[in-house]
C-alpha cells in the first residue's frame, strides 16, 4: 500500500511536512490561485489517485479557508482519491453549541454538517466540548480527539522550575488537573462570568500565590484575550513574572504586548501558527493518527 500523501491548505506547511516525516507518509504538491473577483481554483501537482490523502488544515479564522478546503476534498475524490481525511489542529465554531437566544443558529451542528460530507475522518487537539459529549454528536464520520495537555506538562517542567497553575473557569478544571499532576505543581480555578464577546468579570483568587511560585495561567483558547487579562490583572503581577500557557492561540500581536504590559508572557502550541508557539504538537498529532491512515 502507498504510503498517505498529505496536502497543506496555505498556512500549514510545516504542520503538514512534520506530520508526513512522522508518520511515514508523502507530502504533494497543492497549488492555490485567487481569481481577481475573489474566487479560489486550485490544482493537484500530485495525484491523489488511489492514494489515501490527508489534508492539513488548522481552522482558525476559518471563513475564507472553508470554501478552498472543500474544493480541495471534493477535487481529490474526483482524482480517486481512496480516502480523505483531514487533521484540523485546532477546529473552529465550536463555542456557539446552544441556541442562547430566540432566533440564533447553532452554527457548530451547521459547519459540523457541511464539513462531514467532504471527509471521511477528522483529527483535532482539544475542541471546545461543552455542551457536546464527543464529536460524533454532531460530527457524521470517525473523529479522533488528541489532548495537548502532556505538551503543555513537558513544556512547563522544561522551562518553569516551582509552576503554580491557575485556571480562569470551572471548565479548565478537567485538563488543569491533568497538567498539574504531571508536574507536580499546585493549581486553583477561578470563577469567570462573561459579559460579551471581549468582557469578562472574574473573582479574586481565594489563597495568595505560594512565594517563590511562578503563576500560570492556563487556558485552551486566547482570542480576544479578556480572559487573560482579567485573569493577570487579578494576579497582580508587578515584580512576579507570569506566563500565559494556552493550547490554541487566535489571538493578534496587539494583544501579546498588552500581556508582556501586565509582566506575563504568552506561550501557546503550533496548533495555529503565531510567533508566540513555543510548543510542538506535531509529534502527538502523527501519533495519535497512525492506525486511521
Known sequence: MSPPLFFA????????????AGTGGQVGRL??????????????EDTPQGRNVVLVCTLAHPNDKFLPLVFAADTARELGATKIGIIAPYLCYMRQD???????AVTSRSFAALLSRSFDWLVT??????????LEEIYSMPCRVLHAAPALATWIQNNVPRPFLIGPDAESRQWIESVAK????????????????RTVAALPLQAPIPDGATPIVLDDIVSSGATLLETLRLLGLPGRTGIAVVVHGLHDQILANK???????????NSVP???AAIDISNLIAAGIAELI
Open 9 to 20: 491548505l496555505p498556512g500549514n506547511e510545516a504542520m503538514a511536512a512534520a506530520l508526513a
Open 182 to 197: 504531571s508536574c507536580d505543581a499546585a493549581f486553583t480555578i477561578l470563577e469567570k462570568t462573561r459579559t460579551g464577546d
Open 259 to 269: 500581556l508582556r504590559e501586565t509582566g506575563a508572557r504568552l506561550i501557546t502550541t
Open 98 to 104: 446552544h441556541r442562547f437566544a430566540s432566533g440564533e
Open 31 to 44: 497549488h492555490f490561485h485567487t481569481f481577481p473577483d475573489g474566487e479560489n481554483g486550485l490544482r493537484f
Open 274 to 276: 503565531n510567533p508566540e
Open 125 to 134: 487537539v482539544d475542541p471546545h466540548l461543552h455542551r457536546y459529549r464527543s
